[in-house]
């Protein structure tokens, strides 16, 4: 059941063609968007030897580049809206690229804060949020699958770079390294270039177009006319708003609930991953089983995404998508509770299989919610300020998460604390959906009462209108 805000696009999105196309662009960008960070977990525990710093503090590079990857999304909402989404992921691919150069030349780890974790950061939210926004603009029956099939390159992505990172190291350092990845990073140049806006005014010709020959029939040409004035507003409105970030979002009682539960959610979403691997050191895996648990991750994660969007695509499911969103976060805080559980490398490839599976439901349907409840048309600024809120929790996660380590010199107290952060924003979420699904019926249901009062009252009208009439001539 395709969400009624998306009707006020303006124009039909062609779902499929270039968007195709599309979505491969935006499969690279979120790809090194959300994978990257994580990524560079291999080279903490050498970075942390070099700098001579704590848990915590090398924690913090991972956190500063998310957080201002987060933090970056208000003002990438404003530019894709200005400039569209091609110009602003090839700037930010230039940004983040830079970032890990100057990187390379790091004499501290405040330097590498600089560096990876804001330039970069700021890269990131750059290639992040026009790739979510205009995938909307492309989809809607098929968006679902289209955002599963999109978000896929988060794993694929992890999968390949974890291993990666650990061969580049070996090879050449981690200064070597970072000046390779940002010649890699420069890829993001070619995915944004990939990223056409989508033809709207092409789509808008057989809804708006009146004929210009002269009809016989009056009616039906001022019909049109009518139906042609009618577009033309709804898109000199919509391009208002799209002028800057709507701030009427906050009175958007969807809305509200998944930026609440989101908040409480995001200090315990990356900090397992964070530490995936430096937990398996601490137990005393080597270096590159250690890596490869995230491969295992990232490959589980890999299918489960896109195989969630075909899920919640189903007739069955996309109408109450969010029961589904909600079981899936509830998901993953279990598989945290449960991780201390697991002994020896076996355990940690189990937890990794259960792990990628719950992490992958969430992201694929992590903004495809979003966009359920609030439109397509409004969801470049939705998702720019849910990230900027977000960052909070995003950048404080990993580093409250790494002092847990630091106090207790172990990390099962870290896993129960997020497995908590996320299975109560579940059973939020199962509620409070519940609760704005029940509102949503009941509106719809009093909309359809007042409308056929309403058309009762013009019958009425009109017969009252026609007696009277009647009543004259006989007179």
Request: glycine share 10%; proline share 5%.
């Amino acid at each position: 059941m395709p969400p009624p805000a998306a009707t006020n696009l303006g124009y039909i999105p062609p779902d499929g063609g270039w968007g195709w196309v599309v979505v491969f662009a935006s499969f690279i960008s979120i790809g090194f968007s959300y994978a990257f960070p994580k990524s560079l977990t291999i080279y903490f525990k050498e970075i942390q030897e070099y700098f001579s710093v704590s848990y915590s503090e090398i924690a913090w590079v991972s956190s500063v580049m998310l957080a201002s990857m987060y933090a970056g999304g208000p003002l990438s909402s404003i530019l894709v809206n200005r400039y569209g989404s091609r110009p602003v992921v090839m700037v930010g691919g230039v940004m983040v690229s830079a970032g890990m150069v100057l990187a390379s030349f790091g004499t501290s780890i405040i330097h590498l804060y600089l560096c990876v974790g804001v330039i970069g950061g700021f890269g990131l939210a750059f290639n992040l949020q026009p790739a979510l926004t205009i995938i909307g603009t492309y989809f809607h029956a098929k968006r679902p699958m289209a955002n599963g099939l999109a978000m896929a390159g988060s794993p694929v992505f992890l999968s390949t770079l974890a291993p990666l990172n650990q061969y580049l190291f070996d090879c050449y350092g981690w200064r070597g390294s970072f000046l390779i990845l940002g010649g890699i990073l420069l890829h993001c140049c070619v995915a944004g270039a990939l990223m056409r806006p989508v033809k709207k005014n092409i789509q808008l010709k057989p809804k708006s177009g009146a004929p210009e020959d002269g009809s016989p029939a009056d009616s039906n040409a001022q019909t049109e006319n009518l139906l042609q004035e009618e577009s033309k507003t709804e898109i000199r409105r919509q391009q208002c708003w799209q002028q800057c970030i709507d701030l009427t979002l906050f009175k958007h009682r969807g809305f509200l609930i998944y930026l609440v539960g989101n908040v409480v959610m995001f200090f315990g979403f990356f900090a397992p991953v964070v530490f995936l691997a430096p937990y398996a050191k601490h137990l005393g895996i080597d270096e590159y089983s250690a890596a490869f648990l995230l491969s295992i991750f990232a490959l589980v994660d890999m299918f489960t995404r896109p195989s969630t969007g075909l899920i919640g695509n189903s007739k069955w499911v996309r109408p109450r998508i969010q029961y589904f969103f909600s079981f899936s976060v509830a998901f993953n805080g279990v598989c945290h509770l449960l991780c201390p559980l697991a002994t020896g490398y076996t355990g940690l490839v189990v937890y990794a299989v259960f792990f990628g599976l719950a992490f992958g439901m969430v992201c694929a349907l992590l903004f495809e919610v979003l966009m359920d409840l609030v439109g397509a048309h409004r969801f470049s600024s939705a998702v720019g300020l849910v990230t900027i809120i977000e960052c909070g929790p995003v950048l404080l996660g990993p580093p409250l998460s790494g002092f847990l380590v630091d106090v207790f010199g172990e990390y099962k107290y870290l896993y129960y604390a997020c497995g908590v952060l996320m299975f109560v924003p579940g059973i939020y979420f199962f509620i409070m959906n519940y609760y704005n699904y029940k509102k949503l019926d009941e509106e719809r249901a009093q909309s359809l009462a007042v409308g056929m009062r309403t058309d009762e009252e013009a019958v009425h009208l009109k017969l009252s209108q026609d007696e009277k009439a009647t009543t004259e001539t006989n007179g």
